[in-house]
């Protein structure tokens, strides 16, 4: 069974930084595709950004140039580094596993991380 363990997040002021990590139990972060989404309180969760097995990258337009997605495969983590963050980024972060980045829906789910940004 594989667990995906999301940490780093916290409370930050607006315009700074915070990097989260997404550790996986099982190695699957150099096979599968690894996602970032988020859900604000009463909104819907929001896909971020993606990571492919070949390293290749995709983010939604509200983080493009802010955020950054990254991962290490021989540790099996996953990392999402946040810059220039805004009030609006405050929300519960989820990391995802799904074997393919065009398939829809995820194989595996993180308990989540919160952000606050003040």
């Known amino acids: 069974h594989v667990q995906l363990v999301e940490s780093g997040g916290d409370s930050v002021q607006a315009g700074g930084s915070l990097r989260l990590s997404c550790t996986a139990s099982a190695n699957i972060v150099s096979s599968y595709c690894m996602a970032w989404l988020r859900q604000a309180p009463g909104k819907g969760r929001e896909g971020l950004a993606t990571i492919d097995r070949d390293d290749a990258t995709s983010y939604v337009d509200s983080v493009e140039g802010r955020f950054t997605v990254s991962k290490d495969n021989a540790k099996n983590i996953v990392y999402l580094q946040m810059n220039s963050l805004k009030v609006e980024d405050t929300a519960m972060y989820y990391c995802?596993?799904?074997?393919?980045?065009?398939?829809?829906?995820?194989?595996?789910w993180g308990q989540g991380t919160q952000v606050t940004v003040s």
């Open positions: 995802a596993a799904v074997r393919r980045c065009y398939f829809k829906g995820y194989d595996y």
